[in-house]
């Protein structure tokens, strides 16, 4: 793979551009294509956060100015090789999550039943609807109306005390937000 990537743009180069809305964006120059006039640049993050980086996608049909503020006269290294299987791994495995998610919710028509197996499938992947109830662990069931007082499962096992603890600190920051949106809104 060649590191120039146009008669303009080296791969690590920093380059300055202004958009037609007069938005600066400057960064490293990650690759360009020539033939629809996109270029890609690595940014400092907008968070602050010095670990991330924000990669900005530049049409320069739409840019009035361009600087090359630094040119790199260096080989670059060439890219890390893609782990191919472990990204469909991972892309099914998501597809996978989101399916068994909405069939989970098409179950219920409870509204807060969804909120609470919602909260509680981000944080543990068995959980699932047993009727109108939710199934944890295959050990702790919640009734409607999903309190706290509703889990229902072994009272000595770690499970249950987890889960009731969970189900607790959900309708806690629930109440919580919900009283805040409250008071915004008067």
């Not at 956060?49 to 060439?78: A, F, G």
């Not at 009734?143 to 509703?150: A, D, G, Q, R």
């Not at 000595?156 to 603890?165: A, L």
């Amino acid at each position: 793979m060649s590191t120039v990537v146009s008669d303009c743009f080296t791969i690590g180069s920093i380059v300055a551009t202004k958009t037609c809305y007069n938005e600066e964006i400057e960064g490293e120059v990650l690759a360009f294509d020539p033939q629809t006039k996109m270029l890609i640049l690595k940014c400092p993050s907008s968070s602050g956060n010095p670990k991330r980086h924000d990669v900005n996608i530049v049409n320069l049909s739409l840019v009035s100015d361009v600087q090359i503020k630094k040119e790199v006269t260096t080989v670059p290294e060439p890219p890390q090789s893609l782990n191919l299987h472990r990204l469909n791994t991972r892309v099914r495995n998501s597809i996978e999550n989101k399916r068994r998610l909405v069939s989970a919710l098409s179950a219920c028509l409870d509204p807060e039943g969804q909120r609470l197996f919602l909260a509680i499938a981000r944080v543990i992947d068995d959980v699932s609807w047993a009727g109108q109830s939710i199934r944890v662990y295959n050990e702790v069931t919640i009734t409607p109306p999903y309190k706290v007082e509703n889990v229902i499962g072994e009272q000595d096992s770690k499970p249950y005390n987890y889960i009731r603890k969970f189900v607790e600190r959900h309708w806690k920051d629930y109440h919580d937000h919900a009283a805040a949106s409250n008071s915004q809104q008067q």
